[in-house]
């Protein structure tokens, strides 16, 4: 299986900051990543794909960048509602596998 | 609007089977594999199946491999999870999820219901 790994685990922020997580691939799964938001007691919301790709309706405040191996996740300035976990995921290969989550907090 | 709906969690004693379903609406349901993804509480996704938009071709995770039986039947755009000799670490809750599908190539998980959530304990 493709192992995924994200750091950091937690990550502190202000409103307004730039902040990047990174997902590395235990092989390379080519630019078959995805990333996603997820807020306490909800579904988790579609952001990125292919890497880089902005889903529709994402805030362009969102980009993704990366490619083989290495990937990152990066909100240019930081909005209340960005709080969250973040998971990114390579849908290269079955089993699909997620990163451990980045906790993104106040 | 894309709706997952799924149903069919509850509590459950080890070695017991239970069945989820996910009814979908808003897209052409035959058009799309469909999965499943698990979230132990407090911790994170854990993909567990997919299906094929025919239902021919399925895979699993190796853990509910020879265990879980995900199927789908197009006429009533329905998703299901049939899950059996469930054990206390299939404690979750448990996501029906749409693949997205952009330029004729896959782009992840676009869409996921809200979750119904099992209970594996004695």
């Known amino acids: 299986d493709i192992q995924m790994t994200q750091t950091p685990s937690t990550l502190s922020a202000s409103v307004g900051d730039r902040v990047t997580i990174t997902c590395r691939a235990s092989e390379s799964i080519t630019s078959w990543l995805a990333w996603y938001q997820q807020k306490p007691g909800k579904a988790p919301k579609f952001l990125i794909y292919k890497a880089s790709s902005l889903e529709s309706g994402v805030p362009s405040r969102f980009s993704g960048s990366g490619s083989g191996t290495e990937f990152t996740l990066t909100i240019s300035s930081l909005q209340p509602d960005d709080f969250a976990t973040y998971y990114c995921?390579?849908?290269?290969?079955?089993?699909?596998?997620f990163g451990q989550g980045t906790k993104l907090e106040i | 609007q894309v709706q997952l709906v799924e149903s069919g969690g509850g509590v459950v004693q080890p070695g017991r089977s239970l069945r989820l379903s996910c009814v979908a609406s808003g897209f052409t349901f035959n058009s799309f594999a469909m999965h499943w993804v698990r979230q132990a509480p407090g911790k994170g996704l854990e993909w567990v199946a997919v299906?094929?938009?025919?239902?021919?071709?399925?895979y699993y995770r190796d853990s509910v491999k020879g265990r879980f039986t995900i199927s789908r039947d197009n006429s009533m755009n329905t998703l299901y999870l049939q899950m059996s000799s469930l054990r206390p670490e299939d404690t979750a809750l448990y996501y029906c999820a749409k693949m997205g599908v952009k330029d004729g190539y896959k782009i992840g998980i676009d869409y996921w219901g809200q979750g119904t959530l099992v209970t594996v304990s004695a």
């Open positions: 995921q390579q849908y290269n290969a079955y089993p699909y596998t």
């Open positions: 299906i094929s938009e025919d239902g021919s071709l399925k």
